[in-house]
């Protein structure tokens, strides 16, 4: 069983920054960051696994980076120029058995391992 622990969540305002962190126990490879706004369906934010090679989603590409500290199984997400649409939930998740992330690393379908969130709030 794989546990998840986000943290680094806060309020700014629009233009402002943060990097969330997300602690892992025993050994994972994909790792993913989705986020929840209200009324909305979860949605993939950035992913990365052993391969090195992230992906982003369109929303938020050249605006955030994810990275992953594999010595010390922790999962970041540094975000920028945050808009008042970034306002959401961030969770970090894993699939069920360690493996690279998929062509399908965005559907929150694939993931049983998750982590109680962060809340991200951005201020016009």
């Known amino acids: 069983q794989v546990h998840l622990v986000e943290s680094g969540g806060g309020s700014v305002q629009a233009g402002g920054s943060l990097t969330l962190s997300c602690a892992g126990s025993g050994y994972i490879d994909c790792m993913v960051w989705f986020r929840q706004a209200p009324g909305k369906e979860r949605e993939g934010v950035a992913g990365i696994d052993s391969s090195d090679s992230p992906a982003y989603a369109d929303s938020v590409k050249g605006r955030v980076t994810v990275s992953k500290d594999v010595a010390k199984n922790m999962l970041y997400l540094q975000m920028a120029n945050l808009k008042p649409e970034d306002t959401a939930m961030y969770y970090c998740?894993?699939?069920?058995?360690?493996?690279?992330?998929?062509?399908?690393?965005?559907?929150?379908?694939?993931?049983?391992?998750w982590g109680q969130g962060t809340q991200v709030t951005v201020s016009s």
């Open positions: 998740a894993a699939p069920t058995w360690p493996r690279r992330c998929g062509g399908d690393w965005y559907n929150s379908s694939v993931y049983t391992n």
